[in-house]
């Protein structure tokens, strides 16, 4: 009995399929592959910007207590031009590293400054950064942080006043009474690929726990 027909070519057909569809398969693991490398690479520079605003933070805390302990604030060590008013600007540059910008009719005495005025995305409205560093980064947009602070006195349960004005009971120190005066510090960070992350902290500074060792004015 002879066979009809002709498979001459079939094998080479199937062959072909199959490689059509392992070459699909290539490209999905690929395209899934870029995909995940670009999630993890957006999420590791995210996170670093933020990192480095808590750091902001925590600079200026240390700027504030370092800035309180120079009664009239630090030193000029040099001018700049405003970039928003093209005056000349007299600015203090802490490390060669650290730029702070004076404000209101205070200078360079920060500790002077009101709570920085913010908008409900967490965007300071209320002008400026006090501090920007690093230098070498201030109006590149990228890897750069800016902070502002600011704050405001009160007294604390047990203060010279209250116990003045008949709060006698009340005990009077650091820990229960005394003034204080509390601060605000928000910080962005300006990172790589237009990630941006702000932090806020509040920050307790006792009246009368200065040293006064004023370490960047002349």
Not at 25 to 45: C, P, W
Not at 72 to 88: I, L, Q
């Amino acid at each position: 009995m002879k066979t009809m027909g002709n498979n001459d070519g079939f094998v080479l057909v199937v062959t072909l399929l199959v490689l059509v569809v392992l070459s699909i398969i290539g490209i999905s693991a690929t395209n899934t592959s870029f995909l995940e490398n670009t999630i993890a690479e957006n999420d590791r520079v995210q996170r670093k910007a933020l990192y480095q605003a808590e750091a902001g933070t925590t600079l200026g805390t240390n700027i504030i207590e370092e800035n309180i302990n120079c009664p009239v604030g630090f030193d000029s060590t040099g001018n700049v031009v405003d970039t928003y008013t093209g005056n000349s600007l007299a600015v203090a540059d802490l490390e060669g590293v650290i730029r702070v910008y004076p404000r209101g009719t205070k200078g360079l005495a920060l500790y002077y400054k009101d709570y920085p005025v913010m908008d409900t995305s967490c965007q300071v409205t209320s002008g400026d950064p006090d501090i920007d560093y690093p230098i070498a980064n201030i109006g590149t947009g990228s890897q750069e942080t800016s902070i502002w602070v600011g704050g405001g006195s009160k007294m604390l349960p047990g203060g010279s006043l209250q116990m003045a004005a008949g709060y006698e009971g009340k005990g009077k120190g650091a820990a229960g009474g005394g003034t204080q005066r509390d601060y605000e510090i928000v910080a962005r960070q300006q990172g790589l690929n237009n990630a941006e992350s702000t932090v806020i902290l509040g920050w307790r500074h006792i009246i009368g726990s200065e040293t006064y060792e004023c370490r960047y004015e002349l």
